[in-house]
């Protein structure tokens, strides 16, 4: 059998950067957070989207957010014991609880 190139292996074995992504993230006492979401087995992960338009398809107009590098937002959430990082999924819940909306005194940080 022959060996599959890069372009042609649908999930490559080695891990390459996603670029800058969109993260959804949430008001907390001391500034944002990002916000981290479950997967379907229950283990938390976290979230970021290649475009403000899919981020806004998935979580609603509605949902603050900043630009993080991936590598970034896998710094961000290591401490908290989470590895796994989701890139564009398609299908959330609705949240159990309204979201408030961020205060406008975060300016990195962008509300649609």
């Known amino acids: 059998m022959a060996e599959l190139r890069y372009g042609e292996d649908p999930e490559p074995s080695d891990p390459f ?3 800058p992504l969109y993260v959804p993230v ?20 976290a979230v970021g989207f290649t475009s403000e338009r899919r981020l806004t398809t998935t979580l609603g107009a ?3 957010w900043i630009r993080l590098a ?3 937002l896998r710094a961000l ?9 989701m890139v564009d999924p398609q299908f959330t819940a609705p949240a159990v609880r309204p ?12 509300i649609a």
């Open 70 to 72: 991936e590598p970034a």
């Open 17 to 19: 950067p996603a670029g």
């Open 26 to 45: 949430r008001p907390g006492p001391f500034g944002c957070a990002a916000r981290l979401f479950r997967t379907p087995l229950g283990d938390r992960t």
């Open 99 to 110: 979201v408030t909306p961020v205060p406008s005194e975060f300016p990195a940080l962008r």
């Open 62 to 64: 509605g949902q603050a």
């Open 77 to 85: 959430t290591a401490p908290l014991g989470v590895t796994a990082l």
